[in-house]
């Protein structure tokens, strides 16, 4: 039996899969509805296996991955998505996702994924397991996001949803001024003149979805 977490943004995993996961004696500890809950749940709770998605408010999966990583490595994580994107797979792997497959999948897939991750395994749907490969042999490519810090992301993400610096300032427990600073910096980084560019920026980047 394993404890998982989930966070539920939409619907992370659809019922059946939800359904297939319980069937299996699979303990369900607490679903969560933003990035920012999903860490602070996995540190409260500890639990064997987190299963997320990618795009996610208040901070994205790939951001939300790291900093559980960070905190928890023993901690196994499933990225469940619609994004069937090997580049996008690749990023979620190298962030240290332990699993990716899709929200078309069956539910028997997402219990066996959560199996393997469990005993300490890697598990990829077969639906974008060929791309892959291809991506990861491909060592000139720079990440998504590589050029921005983990702050840098999570301040281009809050822009994108639409917060304001004063908001930014406050999720992230910084001042204004220096949210500001963060802002500019992205710009400069990203080559955007204004935030409308931003946005486009952390929309092709996966932050923030249309």
Known sequence: MYDGLSQRCGRTARNDQRAALLRDKFTLLRTVYDGRALVAAAAE???????????????????????????????????????????????????????????????????????QVAQGRAYLTSLIAKDLITVLLDAKKEPTGEKLTGRQREVLQLIAEGRTMKEVAS????????????????????????TAELVQHAIRMKLVSV
């Open 171 to 194: 999720l992230l427990h910084i001042s204004p001024r220096t949210a500001e600073s963060h802002k500019y910096e992205i710009m400069e980084v990203l080559g955007a003149q204004n």
């Open 45 to 115: 709770l500890n639990p064997d296996v987190v299963v997320t998605d990618i795009g996610m408010p208040l901070l994205n999966g790939l951001d939300a991955i790291r900093q559980i990583k960070s905190a928890r490595p023993a901690t196994k994580i499933i990225i469940l998505t619609m994004h069937a994107e090997p580049d996008l797979a690749a990023d979620a792997f190298r962030a240290g996702a332990s699993g990716y497959l899709l929200k078309t999948s069956p539910g028997e897939e997402l219990v066996e994924a959560v199996r």
